[in-house]
């Protein structure tokens, strides 16, 4: 692929994104920008949902992971749908009869002012470090596919790749969006599907031979029941049911796709046809995992060391130009439908949680807060993008990603302890509570082996982090306000 052709291919790819945001702009409002007008079409949110759910990351990194732990993670996704059943039939009708723009607005009504802002920049954190971990990844594959070509430098392609979202969200916001994550999720299913496809015809195989060789395989595995593996069963099962629960119900970025539509019956359908697509989808990009290594092994091409490079290595060097061609769009769609929203809902989070704007005012004040929040937004995720790049060191980046992470944990026992309890809490006691949980779930998680008799933790972490803050919430509730009531 020369980087004419991949110009070429971006170009295109972004007009039309700019086309449709252009006509999803028109009659539009500061509402449209932050609740689409409460019209969007539930079966577009869910379709659309598919790509923002499936990140860049997992599009290269899952067909990797099978080589290391087979098809455990399709364990976690199978966790998913408790999770996203919970979301759906406890957590929408809140948000739906408290008319939230904001998430975190609940925590207000419930606990007070500390909580909903603790909430809010917990958000903020762990989305912003998340955004740019995303773009990063995606940057670095621009620039070694095409800006080097022309001496652009790294910085120059940051700003390049963060304006060009910025340029079809600027607008609508997450009117536009709902409509530009149909197509992105569109490229990178027919990315997956295509290249599996492609492998089977280079091993002569039919779509019958190629799920016989995929479910014979021993990378197929799904089911682990050594209860001291990261892989055991229940550990990945409840852990997907949590991080359903906390990445999708508690967060703004995805929660706001959701409370765009007409009303809370066409949420739930929403939501729950979107948990059911996500366990075919899931088993594609394992099996074409399966399907990669099988066809590196075949024609002897070496396995990467990192083996997240195997999809693109075998994409753009060993199929087709068409091929070549398709995975980009992928992972480009791939990472711009999780990025493009992320910037929005940090835009709207910061807007309404931290300089309480109306979203229903139609003046331009509100207009204009909300075109510098959004600008604002854009530079902070360029300069953290800017600070990997600096960093320069993949595991440290790892880590930052992972500790984002963490603060999940103090957001899903904020939630669980508001909507299973009906206790007041020492609100200005909060803050220690939820900056404590994480540093504890880090150090029980480093000495696990040696606390608990060799458990080592997986992504059930989260589950810890939140059940230690749900402690620390319990220890500052306010008895002469819970007494009074």
Not at 214 to 237: G, T
Request: glycine share 6%.
């Amino acid at each position: 692929m020369t980087p004419l052709l991949v110009f070429t291919v971006i170009a295109g790819y972004f007009v039309v994104l700019i086309i449709i945001s252009f006509i999803t702009s028109k009659k539009s409002n500061n509402a449209s920008f932050f609740t689409g007008n409460r019209k969007s079409p539930w079966y577009l949110v869910a379709y659309g949902m598919i790509g923002a759910s499936l990140s860049g990351v997992t599009f290269i990194s899952v067909p990797g992971w099978v080589a290391d732990s087979s098809f455990s993670y399709y364990q976690v996704v199978l966790g998913y749908i408790p999770g996203y059943l919970v979301v759906a039939l406890v957590l929408m009708p809140v948000y739906y009869r408290l008319n939230l723009v904001s998430i975190y607005t609940y925590l207000e009504k419930r606990f007070g002012f500390f909580s909903y802002k603790v909430g809010s920049f917990y958000f903020l954190l762990s989305r912003t470090i998340g955004a740019a971990f995303r773009l990063f990844l995606v940057a670095g594959v621009l620039q070694l596919a095409f800006f080097n070509a022309f001496g652009i430098p790294f910085w120059l392609t940051v700003v390049i790749t963060i304006l060009l979202i910025w340029l079809y969200t600027f607008r609508s916001g997450i009117k536009t969006i709902v409509w530009t994550d149909t197509l992105q999720t569109t490229f990178m299913l027919l990315s997956v599907v295509v290249s599996i496809f492609i492998i089977g015809n280079k091993l002569d195989l039919n779509f019958g031979e190629i799920v016989e060789t995929v479910a014979e395989h021993p990378y197929s595995k799904i089911f682990h029941w050594d209860w001291k593996s990261k892989d055991f069963f229940f550990k990945q099962f409840f852990a997907g049911a949590f991080m359903a629960f906390v990445m999708t119900g508690l967060d703004q970025d995805m929660m706001q796709k959701n409370l765009t539509c007409k009303n809370l019956k066409e949420a739930k359908k929403n939501m729950i046809w979107f948990s059911l697509t996500l366990l075919p989808i899931n088993l594609i990009f394992l099996s074409l995992g399966v399907l990669l290594y099988i066809y590196a092994n075949k024609m002897g091409i070496a396995i990467p060391e990192k083996t997240d490079n195997l999809f693109p290595i075998l994409a753009i060097n060993h199929f087709s130009l068409s091929a070549g061609i398709l995975f980009l769009l992928g992972i480009i769609a791939a990472a711009f439908s999780s990025a493009d929203s992320a910037l929005t809902s940090l835009t709207t989070a910061f807007s309404i949680d931290f300089l309480n704007i109306d979203v229903n005012k139609k003046n331009k004040n509100v207009r204009r807060t909300k075109t510098i929040v959004h600008i604002c937004v854009s530079l902070v995720v360029i300069i953290v993008i800017l600070i990997f790049n600096e960093i320069n060191n993949e595991s440290v980046i790892s880590q930052i990603f992972k500790v984002a992470g963490y603060t999940y944990g103090p957001l899903l026992g904020l939630f669980v302890f508001g909507l299973l309890t009906k206790f007041k809490i020492k609100d200005k006691l909060v803050i220690p509570v939820v900056l404590l949980s994480p540093i504890l779930t880090y150090f029980i998680n480093k000495y696990s082996e040696v606390l608990l008799f060799g458990y080592k933790f997986g992504f059930e972490l989260l589950i810890l982090n939140g059940l230690l803050t749900i402690i620390g919430l319990a220890l500052i509730i306010d008895k002469k306000n819970n007494l009074k009531k």
